[in-house]
Nanobody, 115 residues
Framework: QVQLVESGGGLVQAGGSLTLSCAVS????????IGWYRQIEGKSRDLIAR???????IYEESVRGRFAIFTDNDKNTVNLQMDKLRLEDTGVYYC?????????WGQGTKVTVYS
């Protein structure tokens, strides 16, 4: 069974940076098949970053230019570098397949941005 474990969240001042990590186990599928979602309190869980079939990153408009998704094949992780964080980036971040049959969700990692 595929297991996704998110980590790296925390409390950060607006304008700061965090790097989230998604440890993937139980599958031999490419790490490119895992994207990052964000769930802001009271709202739906939205896909914000993924890697296209051609290998290029695709971002939701609000994070484009500030976030970067990248994989580490040695550690079997999919990571999200988040720079220039804003108050509105506060939420719980999850990783999972961006389309098709979704894996079981991990517990997510909480990011809180303060002014």
């Amino acid at each position: 069974q595929v297991q996704l474990v998110e980590s790296g969240g925390g409390l950060v001042q607006a304008g700061g940076s965090l790097t989230l990590s998604c440890a993937v186990s139980g599958t031999s599928s490419s790490l490119d098949d895992i994207g990052w979602y964000r769930q802001i309190e009271g709202k739906s869980r939205d896909l914000i970053a993924r890697i296209s079939i051609l290998g290029s990153p695709i971002y939701e408009e609000s994070v484009r230019g500030r976030f970067a998704i990248f994989t580490d094949n040695d550690k079997n992780t999919v990571n999200l570098q988040m720079d220039k964080l804003r108050l509105e980036d506060t939420g719980v971040y999850y990783c999972n397949r961006p389309s098709g049959r979704i894996h079981s969700w991990g517990q997510g990692t909480k990011v809180t941005v303060y002014s």
